[in-house]
């Protein structure tokens, strides 16, 4: 158990649907990142969060988007769900690091999101 | 754009065989290096990580090691057991505080 927690863990919707899911970081990790990966598929960075703020952005669409909240606890929204936004969305935490320092992710269980 | 190219993509070595992956990457700011072992249907997991003050890195089984004129790191394991089949994926740190991530390589052990 890496300390990560990510509801729900399934979650199968219709198309055009909008979805949120939810992280909650490792106690202490000011660092919240979200990954897509679909099918046999390596992972794809969407978007990284630190202590409130959007810090990095990858490849995330227009039609997603991403907060964290004062208690550090992250949500995803997807809308206008695609039959090709099914996948197992993750989401990571790190400590705290210093700039231009670099600490281990730590990833959650994953959702699995289905698109029918 | 910053990448980082793994390979190969798939990789099929006897029990008890070494096998070598390897990851090449963009960046030349670049300065941690970790790789993360995926299972099938589970997280993926950090198994060893470098930095670039070092050139080698070794945990067991398990090594890391980093040629930075070259942009190229490489994650060796030996004597494979069946439970080292897996994803295994390798990053490398961008200047915007993200990681840069390989393809993926599946690696499957033959008994």
């Known amino acids: 158990d890496s300390g990560v927690t990510q509801t729900p863990k399934h979650l199968i919707t219709a198309t055009g649907q909008r979805v949120t899911l939810r992280c909650s970081p490792r106690?202490?990790?000011?660092?919240v990142y979200w990954y897509q990966q679909s099918l046999d598929q390596g992972l794809q960075f969407l978007i990284q969060?630190?202590?409130?703020?959007?810090?990095a952005k990858g490849n995330i669409l227009e039609r997603f988007s991403a907060q964290q909240f004062p208690d550090l606890h992250s949500e995803l929204n997807l809308s206008s769900l695609e039959l090709g936004d099914s996948a197992l969305y993750f989401c990571?935490?790190?400590?705290?690091?210093?700039?231009?320092?670099?600490?281990?992710?730590?990833f959650g269980p994953g959702t699995r999101l289905t698109v029918l | 754009g910053e990448n980082a190219e793994q390979h190969p993509s798939t990789l099929s070595v006897q029990e008890g065989d070494s096998a070598v992956i390897k990851c090449t990457y963009s960046?030349?700011?670049?300065?941690?290096f970790p790789w993360y072992k995926q299972e099938l249907g589970k997280r993926p997991q950090l198994i060893i990580d470098?930095?670039?003050n070092v050139g080698e890195k070794k945990d067991q089984r398990i090594a890391v090691t980093l040629n930075k004129t070259a942009k190229h790191f490489s994650l060796h394991i030996t004597e494979t057991q069946p439970e080292d089949s897996a994803v295994y994926f390798c990053?490398?740190?961008?200047?915007?505080?993200?990681?840069?991530w390989g393809a993926g390589t599946k690696l499957i052990i033959k008994p």
């Open positions: 969060y630190y202590n409130g703020e959007e810090r």
């Open positions: 960046d030349s700011a670049s300065n941690y």
């Open positions: 470098i930095r670039s």
């Open positions: 106690s202490g990790d000011l660092s």
């Open positions: 990053a490398a740190s961008s200047s915007n505080y993200q990681l840069i």
């Open positions: 990571a935490s790190s400590a705290r690091m210093r700039t231009g320092s670099y600490n281990e992710q730590f």
